[in-house]
């Protein structure tokens, strides 16, 4: 079964920072956009961010723009959420997405296909 593996969650202050990262378990990541998504009980999910093929082309919401960064590493097979300034907002489970693209392109609108089980992240003071 095609799936991902994030980690890096966990409970931080406001104003930290945490860095995510997911692994694929049974392909290969550089032949898929990857992207970031989150949701907290009783809302729906939402898009964080998104990262190319080649990871020459990315894109963010609006509310995370200037404090996330997404990255990836393709030769080591994972990606990466490098999330600094958290805040209160930010708790909620984040997911690690992908889809298969020939093109180099990203977006969130895709339809993602294989999706890890989550990392829960918390802001609390």
């Known amino acids: 079964q095609l799936q991902f593996v994030e980690s890096g969650g966990g409970l931080v202050q406001p104003g930290g920072s945490l860095r995510l990262s997911c692994a694929p378990t049974?392909?290969?990541?550089?032949?898929?956009?990857v992207a970031w998504f989150r949701q907290v009980p009783g809302k729906e999910r939402e898009g964080i961010s998104c990262?190319?093929?080649?990871?020459?082309?990315?894109d963010y919401s609006d509310f995370v723009k200037g404090r996330f960064t997404i990255s990836r590493d393709n030769a080591e097979d994972t990606a990466y959420l490098q999330m600094d300034n958290l805040k209160p907002e930010d708790t909620a489970l984040y997911y690690c997405?992908?889809?298969?693209?020939?093109?180099?392109?990203?977006?969130?609108?895709?339809?993602?296909?294989?999706w890890g089980r989550g990392t829960q992240v918390t802001v609390s003071s």
């Open positions: 997405a992908a889809v298969f693209r020939i093109q180099d392109t990203c977006s969130l609108t895709l339809n993602y296909e294989y």
């Open positions: 990262i190319s093929r080649r990871g020459t082309i990315t």
């Open positions: 049974g392909f290969v990541l550089k032949n898929f956009v």
